[in-house]
């Protein structure tokens, strides 16, 4: 009889822990592991000088230019999603970038990125909130991205047609 006691009471604890781990996880705050991966495109949005539609215009250039890149991957925490980044292109890197993370239910994770040129083909990305389970959202991610540009008749780059894009993002969310 003892020996049924113990083993009930045995079930009952691993049950316990089973509901109360998962549920302590999905609280707003708890750092979770993040990765995606990217493929796509690199479009080039070219302006007056002086009028870059993000707010940046580098001087010494006769124009304003803004990135557009669209990708599809999958990432975690949102499954089969669609890329959108928007930034403007500097000497060394990106400002005013933007990206919003569309899953397939339309829940979306917002981040925020300044590219200073220091990390070379990689920067951090801060995860600024998010729509549906993802209002609130936060945290600090790392892109890791690689460049097929499209070469004109020249040789030089081809900045009137797209470029293929792969990207790699790890860190963690809290959401």
Known sequence: MLKRWLTLGAVVALLA????????????????????DLAGLVTFEFGAPGAAPCGVYQPGWDFSVITHTEATGNASHLGKSQASFRHCPTDVGHAAGHLTLTAANGDELL????????????????????????????GLVTLYYWLDPAIGPGGEPDFSSPWRWWAEIEGEISY
């Open 111 to 138: 981040f925020e990125y300044t590219d200073d040129g220091t990390m070379g083909d990689s920067f951090q990305m801060h995860v600024v909130d998010g729509t549906g389970r993802f209002m609130g959202a936060s």
């Open 17 to 36: 822990v089973m509901t109360v781990a998962p549920a302590a996880a999905g609280q707003k705050g708890t750092d979770r592991p993040f990765q995606a």
